[in-house]
């Protein structure tokens, strides 16, 4: 894999862009640019896999969180075809609803074969 951290950051910065389009056509243009064909996204409430169902993903959280929009608020890590990054949702006055933490992997021309989000802090370690 000869992805550079450039090429990484470009290919997140699109996948949050997705998030926030509002326009069907466009946000299907940056999907194809961020996604591979079978791409696949998981978190704790939702899933979609291939282009179609990743932006009807997206019509549902921008319903159900109107005028509210993806942050990337971390550098993004990268290794091998591995990706991580923290992200949030804020509403336009920057309160935020929602953040995270995004893991993925990578294909070999740049574009997200996965994404799994996780949501708020890492749980405690309950073995102390």
């Not at 950051?9 to 326009?23: K, Q, V």
């Not at 009807?56 to 993806?70: L, N, S, T, Y």
């Not at 953040?99 to 802090?121: K, W």
């Amino acid at each position: 894999m000869d992805v550079t951290t450039t090429d990484v950051t470009t290919t997140i910065d699109t996948y949050l862009a997705m998030w926030n389009e509002p326009d069907r056509a466009t946000r299907l243009a940056l999907i194809e640019r961020a996604w591979t064909t079978e791409g696949r996204y998981v978190d704790p409430l939702q899933e979609a896999q291939g282009h179609d169902a990743l932006s009807a993903m997206v019509d549902a959280i921008q319903e159900q969180f109107p005028g509210q929009r993806f942050r990337r608020q971390s550098g993004v890590d990268s290794h091998h075809d591995q990706v991580r990054f923290a992200w949030d949702l804020a509403t336009p006055d920057g309160a935020v609803t929602v953040a995270g933490v995004d893991v993925g992997v990578v294909a070999d021309d740049g574009r997200l074969v996965s994404i799994t989000g996780f949501f708020g802090d890492p749980p405690e370690d309950g073995s102390a």
